[in-house]
């Protein structure tokens, strides 16, 4: 699949089925790969960070997540891209597991929230196998334990990987077991609680106007305010930035 790049951020662009069509190959045939789901907020702190930038550009898929960021494809690119957004993407993506036997396997989140998905797999998808799942400690891990990790990762015939650390973590944390877990690895984080039923989605129609974070704002203004105030205005300011050096002034419209 090809990569477009928007600030030496390479975002894969195709139709949502080719995403989805795709992961399953990689999975069906156990490559050690993993997938970043991107948005806004990703995209920054790549942006400030030339270390997690590689990370996301090393990376063997990255979906665009975020509205805005199919907004600069189209802008800059002429790109009608799909958006490929976590939240859908997993349910699919599980459906898909489930009618081709292909094991799953969860990393990270709470014991609270794995036993919530637990419970959620059991009457959504009942015929998905589930390789395991694992709750890390709240600390770096040692190489003894992550050595073990990756043992029993590989061990449990997991085909998929859900890595459920939050950005930036689960993306280094997936970089840093490419070539030794031999599954796809994809960071869910935002999607899991989501599609459990932990916490709720943005109506389609803020969706579809790229305001969900006002949505997640509003049901987490303490921990997120100052985030999506300085990540959003920077974002802007890079985007605006963008389109005046490829068109000039005088193309701000929307291409048609």
């Known amino acids: 699949m090809e990569r477009k790049s928007i600030i030496n951020f390479g975002i894969t662009t195709g139709n949502y089925s080719s995403f989805v ?32 930038n590689q990370v996301i550009n090393d ?8 509205k805005p960021l199919t907004w600069v494809l189209r802008y800059v690119y002429g790109i009608r891209q799909d958006r490929v957004a976590g939240m859908d993407l997993l349910p699919d993506l599980l459906q ?4 081709k036997k292909l094991p799953a396997f969860f990393y990270g989140g ?18 998905l196998p589930i390789a395991g799942m694992y709750s890390p400690p709240f600390r770096p891990a040692t190489r003894e ?20 650390l939050g950005c930036p973590k689960q993306e280094k944390w997936m970089a840093s077991m490419k070539g030794r877990i031999n599954a796809v690895m994809i960071g869910v984080g935002g999607a899991l609680p989501v599609m459990v039923g932990m916490q709720k989605r943005a ?9 969900e974070w ?30 005046f050096k490829v068109h000039g002034p005088r193309r701000l419209e929307m291409r048609n």
């Open 145 to 164: 334990e992550e050595d073990k990790l990756v043992e029993k990762i590989n061990n449990s015939g997991a085909a998929v990987v859900l890595v459920i």
């Open 214 to 243: 006002l949505f997640r704002l509003m049901q987490e203004p303490r921990r997120l305010f100052k985030r999506y105030v300085i990540t959003n205005s920077l974002f802007i300011y890079l985007f605006f930035k963008k389109i």
């Open 110 to 127: 709470t014991p609270a929230l794995l036993e919530k998905t637990e419970h959620y797999l059991r009457y959504a998808f009942p015929d």
């Open 96 to 99: 898909q597991m489930m009618l």
């Open 59 to 66: 990376a063997t898929m990255v979906t665009p997540d975020g």
């Open 21 to 52: 069509s795709q992961i399953v190959t990689l999975a069906h045939h156990k490559e050690s790969a993993n997938v970043c789901v991107a948005n806004v907020h990703m995209f920054i702190e790549a942006y400030k960070d030339q270390s997690f």
């Open 203 to 211: 109506p389609a129609w803020l969706q579809h106007l790229g305001l």
